[in-house]
């Protein structure tokens, strides 16, 4: 009887062993859902406002292939959801593309690899070392703050563009961005306006709405308060950016029927691209230059202090995000993939519209996964019926999010130094620029409250009123003395 028994509870013992095990682990804990599974969904597209546009741009005037792109990203986004536990983003490098698009001549595919490699190398540099954790430390926050602000509010501009111009990715020339865009169709202006209505009414302004957090929900005296926290609780669990995302996929086919013919099973083949001296040099003389600085602030620094505002507990070091935008690179770009960072601006999209663990870019891993693999590049033919006005909403609520992170400045000082940053990256289109002069301003301000400055100022003063002060008194007495009112002794 004992044998039996022994028997039966021995496979018992052994599952409950792997499960008490596999729970363990780390990927399992970061990869496990924070909140439902369709806030998850929601927020693992909050960030293709930003990825499907440059995307499609360099697919079209780059010819870069979509597929092993769609492919590599999605091993990007499942392994820095393993790793990190929270949506940390994987999105384009924004100033490779841009000078991929707009300078003539056009960045080739090898020479957009190098420059994506020649950036890699250098945050890998950074972080291996440590310095990437040495800057992270010694950067003041309002600097920070003034990139982030920066950034945010580049992207909501962009936003408003994409809402109210037609756009043409494919066009080289600002002239393709200038026509407005018609209030009927399917790509037109009430479509766009009535999703940023549906995102607002159903994720208000971004707040979090929990049963144990009443602090994060307006109270009020009206006695249908407990009415009101249900219904936003039951708005919260709505996946709204997802809704509008696969309502933009609909209407690809709507707009365009015959896609479904030139649509291509399987994807392309993956080969290692042969770069010669000169795309070195060119790649990172146009590409990577501008880009290192971009990547270091927005890709590392603001995206660390952005995770530390939105998932306190959760640290995510400035030293593990630099050496993961440089292992991605260094594999990915050498078979043709897109260079890829880690943006404050997707992490603040992805929170935005409900993402809050590893899961949620794990499932956008998966989709991408299945597109490039089922679709291959063929996809460019549905992406490129894609509403844009949907895109320019999606971007919207990204922006603000990041940009809404500048709240926390408490002084006039912090602030003044904030702003000033902000106003010279937007005005320059420069973060490296804006940031300069943010750390010169900082610094300025904090040289007028040093103890040996101040003392040496008010040295320099009260010798200055002495001797105004003897002068004064012998002019005072000499007056006297003319007079004879007194004498000298």
């Given at each position: 009887m004992a044998e039996q028994t022994s028997d039966h509870?021995?496979?018992?013992?052994?599952?409950?062993?792997?499960?008490s095990h596999l729970s363990t682990l780390p990927f399992t804990t970061s990869l496990r859902l924070k909140t439902s599974l369709l806030s998850e969904l929601g927020g693992s597209v909050g960030d293709l406002g930003t990825y499907i546009p440059i995307v499609l741009t360099l697919t079209l005037v780059s010819h870069l292939d979509l597929s092993t792109t769609l492919i590599f990203t999605a091993f990007y986004n499942i392994?820095?959801?393993?790793?990190?536990?929270?949506?940390?983003?994987?999105?384009?490098?924004?100033?490779?593309?841009?000078?991929?698009?707009?300078?003539?001549?056009?960045l080739t595919v090898p020479q957009i690899a190098a420059a994506g490699i020649c950036t890699a190398s250098?945050?890998?540099?950074?972080?291996?070392?440590?310095?990437?954790?040495?800057?992270?430390?010694?950067?003041?926050?309002?600097?920070?703050?003034?990139?982030?602000?920066?950034?945010g509010l580049a992207f909501a501009f962009s936003a408003i563009k994409y809402i109210r111009y037609d756009q043409d990715f494919a066009a080289t020339t600002k002239a393709s961005s200038t026509i407005p865009r018609p209030w009927l169709g399917l790509d037109g202006l009430?479509?766009?306006?009535?999703?940023?209505?549906?995102?607002?009414?159903?994720t208000g302004s971004g707040e979090v709405v929990e049963d144990d957090d009443e602090d994060r929900i307006i109270v009020t005296n009206d006695c249908n308060q407990p009415r009101v926290r249900r219904r936003l609780r039951t708005l919260s669990a709505i996946p709204a950016a997802l809704i509008v995302f696969l309502l933009g996929l609909i209407l690809c086919f709507v707009r365009d029927p015959s896609i479904i013919g030139d649509i291509k099973f399987g994807p392309s083949k993956i080969h290692v691209?042969?770069?010669?001296?000169?795309?070195?040099k060119t790649g990172f003389l146009r590409g990577a230059i501008p880009q290192i600085p971009l990547s270091v602030l927005n890709s590392v620094i603001a995206v660390c202090k952005l995770s530390t505002d939105l998932f306190p507990e959760k640290e995510v070091s400035a030293t593990r995000v630099s050496v993961s935008v440089g292992l991605m690179n260094l594999v990915g770009c050498w078979f043709g993939a897109m260079p890829c960072c880690h943006g404050a601006g997707g992490l603040a999209g992805q929170y935005r519209f409900g993402g809050r663990s590893g899961a949620s870019v794990a499932f956008l891993g998966l989709g991408k996964l299945v597109l490039g693999l089922v679709f291959g590049s063929s996809f460019v033919r549905i992406l490129g019926q894609f509403p844009i006005g949907i895109l320019g909403v999606l971007l919207l609520f990204?922006?603000?999010?990041?940009?809404?992170?500048?709240?926390?400045?408490?002084?006039?000082?912090?602030?003044?130094?904030?702003?000033?940053?902000?106003?010279?990256?937007?005005?320059g289109s420069s973060a490296a620029l804006g940031f300069g002069?943010?750390?010169?301003?900082?610094?300025?301000?904090?040289?007028?409250?040093?103890?040996?400055?101040?003392?040496?100022?008010?040295?320099s003063n009260s010798r200055s009123n002495n001797d105004e002060t003897s002068l004064n008194q012998s002019a005072y007495l000499a007056h006297f003395h003319s007079l004879g009112k007194i004498s000298i002794l």
């Open positions: 509870t021995t496979p018992l013992l052994r599952r409950s062993w792997w499960r392994i820095t959801g393993a790793l990190f536990g929270i949506p940390m983003p994987v999105q384009p490098m924004k100033s490779i593309a841009a000078v991929a698009v707009s300078e003539i001549p056009h250098t945050l890998f540099f950074l972080g291996a070392t440590g310095l990437m954790s040495f800057f992270y430390r010694f950067i003041p926050l309002p600097v920070v703050r003034g990139v982030q602000l920066s950034q009430i479509l766009a306006l009535s999703a940023v209505s549906f995102l607002i009414l159903v691209l042969k770069i010669t001296w000169e795309d070195w990204a922006g603000i999010e990041l940009a809404m992170a500048s709240r926390d400045m408490n002084s006039k000082e912090e602030s003044f130094v904030m702003l000033v940053c902000a106003a010279v990256s937007l005005t002069c943010g750390i010169v301003l900082f610094l300025l301000l904090k040289l007028r409250h040093l103890d040996s400055f101040g003392s040496r100022f008010g040295r």
